[in-house]
């Protein structure tokens, strides 16, 4: 029997389930494939560009959801340049004590408090370094603290509507569609529930299953990796003038090996074996501190330049080894560190990669790189500290240092407590009831001019991919409400399986956004399903704002995969988690929690 009143709602279906299998999959990145469906609606002529249409699709990009949400990414940079996130994990770590219990208690409660009113990525990406770095000074597993950081980042943005980009999304599609009632802190009540339940969870029977997992620097035996890189010239007309390396003594060094050759400033790409010195060349070796003693003794080779040997210019470094992770934004994604250059690019070695539950230590060379993919490093110091500066690779093994302004931290503060008070008193106390766009560009603003953050800096702080992929599915939205495919969804969901209850419904439509964030972005299941829960308090003739809470919640409710949420997505390398680690400690925390809201929601925000 043919379900679709016309061939455009047919061909939306197909679209949504093309776009969700493509998210899962990962065939194109998650903005290209939001784009390319706003551009199949278009060209299918469901939505045009012409702007006396009213399924306009142009008008997606003057929304006011993803440009708060930009302005938000802006504010929390704000926060972190002037170093009030770093603040308050230096605090952190001077009161976490000895105890393992007390420092997952601390850190939970701290960043589910900050993630309420700043950007939950930053918080994380700041606070793991510091977890790693205490976990390796005081011996404790990090594997034990890395997923409660990210679900107390994940339950935190969940108290007010600035503390998730979900929130901001479903807020701007309700009230596009005339409901004007979810202020600042109209979700808090719930919010805060979601932070004690996933509290007392975790400190009690979460940490049981908790897995003890072994971080990716640990692979390596911390003794053995104490080496050093020496550098060395070939002088003309020494002994190893014209020789073949595989007759030199260099073939013969114990505990320390030759790790390239390079003739003007070039490496060359011959197999070693093959390699015939000459005058000028630059041969780096790699080895510990037995083995550097061992090529100062070996017969024709003298660390101290000596003439005879045909080696001067000697100039040897410590190797450090670290730890660091592709970051969201980084320009390494997508390509193999073979592409890459790594080695002659930045002059470190990557040793091993960690990639979802699996270490790749051989032979990763061609792989190419994702978000969350950890990277086993070595290098000298100076060299190693100018890859970290980078915003795309991110130091685990110890806090990043950057250059902060920290005399502008109270005007950064400011400018988010006037947004949050303005937001929450609008209409109130003689205040005029602002826009919350209106709030988040003036606040953006506020930074930007009194340089709390650079412009280059705001525009890097913006997640790009974020923005576009939401315009793109804003316009498939549209598209699926202009072709009447959201109301028959919701006349399916309602009078096709009989279920009249607005409770039964309202738990329903909480679970199918908790489903479809553990496998897609939580951004596209608010967009997606904002208008359909809207259209099903509706057409039950109930209040739809309890409907419009259970999407934000839900889609929040992301803690049985590591690839729903990107702060899951973030810690499942650098904890050397696997796949189902996941789902064994946060499934009976989202039931948990589907539960109590499917109660609480009517109770607080009634039919």
Same mark, same amino acid.
Request: glycine share 12%; net charge positive.
């Given at each position: 029997m043919w379900i679709f009143e016309t061939w455009q709602q047919a061909f939306l279906a197909i679209l949504v389930v093309v776009v969700f299998i493509t998210f899962t999959r990962e065939w194109l990145s998650v903005e290209l494939t939001a784009l390319g469906a706003l551009l199949a609606c278009v060209m299918a002529g469901i939505l045009s560009v012409d702007p006396d249409d009213p399924a306009n699709a142009l008008k997606v990009f003057s929304h006011p959801a993803p440009i708060t949400v930009a302005c938000m990414f802006i504010l929390s940079a704000s926060l972190e340049r002037t170093g009030v996130i770093e603040a308050l994990g230096n605090w952190f770590e001077k009161i976490a004590g000895q105890s393992p219990l007390r420092m997952l208690v601390v850190m939970m409660g701290l960043v589910a408090l900050l993630s309420g009113f700043v950007n939950n990525t930053p918080v994380v990406v700041v606070f793991m370094p510091i977890v790693l770095a205490i976990c390796?000074? @005081?011996?404790?597993?990090?594997?034990?603290?890395?997923?409660? #950081?990210?679900? +107390?980042?994940?339950? /935190?943005?969940?108290?007010?509507?600035? $503390?998730? *980009?979900?929130n901001l999304i479903a807020v701007g599609v309700a009230q596009k569609h005339g409901i004007h009632s979810l202020g600042m802190f109209s979700v808090t009540p719930l919010g805060i529930v979601f932070v004690i339940i996933t509290f007392v969870y975790m400190v009690t029977l979460g940490r049981k299953l908790l897995p003890k997992r072994m971080t990716l620097a640990t692979l390596i035996d911390s003794q053995s990796s104490r080496e050093f890189i020496t550098h060395a010239f070939v002088k003309k007309g020494s002994g190893l003038d014209g020789i073949n390396f595989a007759d030199s003594p260099l073939a013969n060094i114990r505990k320390a090996r030759v790790l390239e050759v390079s003739r003007d400033n070039r490496r060359l790409q011959q197999p070693l074996n093959e390699i015939i010195f000459e005058a000028g060349d630059e041969i780096v070796f790699k080895g510990d501190l037995e083995g550097v003693v061992g090529i100062s003794q070996t017969e024709g080779i003298d660390v101290r330049g000596d003439a005879a040997s045909g080696l001067e210019d000697i100039r040897t470094e410590s190797a450090l080894l670290m730890e660091g992770i592709i970051g969201p934004e980084s320009t390494m994604t997508g390509k193999s560190l073979k592409? #890459?250059?790594?080695?002659? &690019?930045? $002059?470190v070695l990557i040793l091993a990669v960690h990639? &979802? /539950? @699996? *270490? #790749?230590?051989d032979r990763f060379e061609d792989e190419k790189l994702a978000f969350g993919d950890t990277l086993l490093v070595q290098g000298p110091a100076d060299k190693m500290h100018s890859l970290f500066q980078r915003r795309d690779f991110i130091n685990l093994s110890e806090p990043e240092t950057t250059i902060h302004r920290p005399h502008k931290a109270p005007i950064a503060i400011a400018a988010l407590l006037s947004f949050m008070i303005l937001g929450a008193l609008g209409g109130r106390l003689g205040i005029p009831p602002f826009p919350i766009v209106q709030l988040a560009i003036t606040s953006a603003m506020v930074v930007l001019i009194t340089g709390c953050v650079q412009p280059q800096e705001a525009y890097r702080a913006i997640e790009w991919k974020v923005i576009f992929m939401i315009f793109g599915m804003l316009g498939l939205g549209m598209a699926i409400e202009t072709s009447g495919l959201a109301q028959l969804a919701a006349t399916g969901m309602t009078q096709g399986l009989g279920i009249e209850n607005p409770w039964i419904m309202l738990s329903l439509v909480y679970l199918l956004a908790a489903i479809l964030t553990e496998i897609v972005s939580n951004n596209a299941v608010a967009v997606l399903l904002t208008p359909l829960a809207i259209i099903i308090g509706q057409t #039950? $003739?109930?209040?739809?704002?309890? %409907?419009?809470? +259970?999407?934000?919640? /839900? +889609? *929040?409710? *992301? %803690?049985?995969?590591p690839i729903g949420y990107q702060t899951n997505t973030f810690i499942y390398s650098a904890g050397g988690y696997k796949f189902g680690d996941f789902f064994r400690a946060g499934f009976p925390l989202a039931v948990l929690l589907w539960l109590v809201s499917s109660f609480l929601i009517p109770i607080i925000w009634p039919f």
């Open positions: 390796r000074r @005081r011996d404790f597993i990090a594997s034990k603290f890395l997923i409660p #950081l990210s679900y +107390a980042a994940i339950v /935190g943005g969940t108290m007010t509507i600035i $503390g998730t *980009s979900t592409e #890459l250059g790594f080695r002659q &690019r930045f $002059g990639r &979802r /539950g @699996r *270490s #790749l230590q #039950l $003739g109930v209040n739809p704002v309890p %409907f419009v809470i +259970a999407v934000m919640f /839900g +889609a *929040s409710a *992301s %803690f049985s995969t």
